[in-house]
């Protein structure tokens, strides 16, 4: 059964830092993984979207990598910023599967 | 021009009342979605219709129904409301598994249900 983690559950950075945060899956056997940004009473954005073939997907100072055979990505923000603060989820999409599974999710604060 | 639109954006209503939220997207996907997230956030899928058949069902009470009347949207329906029920449902699309899709996963704004 696919399990997917987030760690730290929580984040405080000061402005300008570069941060990582962390995804963990069980299975690596998965058609997808995305990166979600969640705004205090609002949707999910999607951010990146890595292929089960792709090791790495880049947008402005978003980077993801994906190492399948390790189960992990990791979501690296560079130069991060007061309006980075928010909450971000990864989801898997298991492999011959509709059904994407969440982690619980990283709530990062960005301080000024 | 949004891309998956759900309303209401709030409910508010008694223990006991039936409501209904609605979800439209105009990506042109096959695969629709509705998730609960509870008050600690955690996302829990609920239903997934594939071009208008049911394809997930995961152990919901049954009052609760979703419609599917074509692929563009995906309604969820909810008899005798419990105080338990209150939470933010999101609704979501996707276009996966070799129909020439990514899988990229698209939500709605969410729609906030509060039982009194």
């Known amino acids: 059964k696919q399990e997917v983690t987030q760690i730290p559950a929580a984040l405080s950075v000061p402005e300008g830092e570069n941060l990582v945060l962390n995804c963990s899956f069980t299975?690596?056997?998965?058609?997808?993984l995305q990166w979600f940004r969640q705004d205090p009473g609002k949707g999910l954005t999607s951010l990146l979207l890595?292929?089960?073939?792709?090791r790495e997907q880049t947008s402005g100072r978003l980077n993801a990598s994906l190492d399948k055979s390790s189960g992990r990505s990791t979501l690296y923000i560079a130069a991060s910023q007061p309006g980075d603060s928010a909450t971000y989820l990864c989801?898997?999409?298991?492999?011959?599967?509709?059904?994407?599974?969440f982690g619980t999710g990283t709530r990062l604060k960005v301080l000024a | 021009d949004t891309a998956v639109s759900q309303t209401p954006k709030y409910l508010v209503t008694q223990m006991g009342n039936d409501k209904s939220i609605k979800c439209e997207q105009n990506?042109?996907?096959?695969?629709m979605y509705w998730y609960k997230q509870d008050s600690k956030k955690f996302l829990k899928i609920m239903f997934s219709y594939n071009n208008k058949e049911l394809i997930i069902n995961e152990t919901v009470p049954n009052r609760f129904s979703p419609k599917s009347p074509d692929k563009a949207h995906l309604n969820l329906h909810i008899n005798s409301l419990e105080l338990g029920d209150s939470a933010v449902y999101f609704c979501?699309?996707?276009?996966?598994?070799?129909?020439?899709?990514?899988?990229?996963?698209?939500f709605g704004e969410g729609s906030r249900l509060t039982v009194l």
């Open positions: 979501a699309s996707s276009q996966i598994l070799g129909r020439a899709g990514d899988g990229e996963l698209f």
């Open positions: 299975d690596s056997a998965i058609y997808n």
């Open positions: 989801a898997v999409l298991p492999s011959g599967t509709y059904k994407y599974i």
């Open positions: 990506l042109g996907h096959d695969t």
């Open positions: 890595i292929q089960s073939s792709q």
